[in-house]
């Protein structure tokens, strides 16, 4: 990539991508364009209700008895997964999917909706925050959450790479020790981005890539924050610290997706622009990653489906987290063995 001076109307990445993605989820249906696991089978929406059923009414907090249980899907889409668990749960479950988009048409009546842009500065995501009980799903969420890309010079020093939103053309921007830094990575300061990257995926060679997943670790802190106790759930692709290290992931991960194909990665709004969380950054010391394919094979609604799946619906982690510092159950991480 060059670092000469261009003269395209240069973007850095995690402005260019937030603004992208905004744009193509507000003018495209999803399921128009990629397929997700959710499509290929209900066996995620069984796994989940059954991590929903109710713990022995003597270990439930008493503060808690009184409020609603619910489900919130964060980034619902056209509502797929909350239109098979409302097959799945008790009547007396809460169903709220939240998107950017309008409530689709074909919703059931009993599902609620926030049509809402969830960022990490959201007073009240569902209007409910605090109040409510349950689980926070964001499956394949995060991984729409733009981050600034980096790529590391022959110094092995870290660098901005900027884009050209109409093309995709990539220029090296600033290093991160440089003044200019501070205004070009979407909100996070030069300080915050190098600490990120030394922590969670350090330097291994000149001209290998990282997204800097600081921006989703804040992102993910405040949708812990929607219950007052129960789990956050991510489900997504995503990258472990050993594999990081060894630079198995050093191209960066950053892709584009359109009409159901990969594509160049052009954060112009006519793509979905995406790439691989690290869900170990995201996780508090409480919280827990497993693979997608312990957690459904170790529930027999699951391990039926997963051996029809294409391989890369089966690639997810699950990032489990309890939304209390100090949770009267047992972790769903403890009770999805066996």
Known sequence: MSDALSTLPLRTWVDAWNDANHTFYTHHAPEQHFRTSIDASAAIARRIAALLAPAPEHSRPATDSSLPRCIVDIGSGSGAL?????????????????????????????ILWRQVRVTRDVEDITGMDGRITGLVIA????????????????????????????????????????????ALLGGISPSQARAWLDRWWPATKPLARREVGLPRDLLWRRLTRI????????IDYAHRLDDRRSGLWDGGTVKGFVDGAPCRP???????ITSHVALDSCASPHATVRSQFDVLSTSAVGSRSLASWPPDLGSFDWLIEPCTPAPATPALSETMVG
């Open 266 to 272: 052009r954060p112009d709004g006519s793509v979905n």
């Open 227 to 234: 219950l007052a106790s129960g789990h956050a759930i991510a």
């Open 82 to 110: 909350l239109t098979q668990l409302a097959a799945l749960v008790d009547d007396e479950v809460t169903l709220m999917g939240v998107d950017v988009r309008p409530r689709p048409d074909d919703l059931p009546a009993a």
């Open 139 to 182: 499956h394949e969420f995060l991984d729409d959450v733009a981050c600034p890309v980096i790529e590391l010079d022959d110094d092995l020093r870290p660098r901005i790479v900027q884009v050209e939103a109409a093309t995709g053309a990539e220029v090296l921007g600033p290093d991160l020790a440089d003044p200019a830094a501070e």
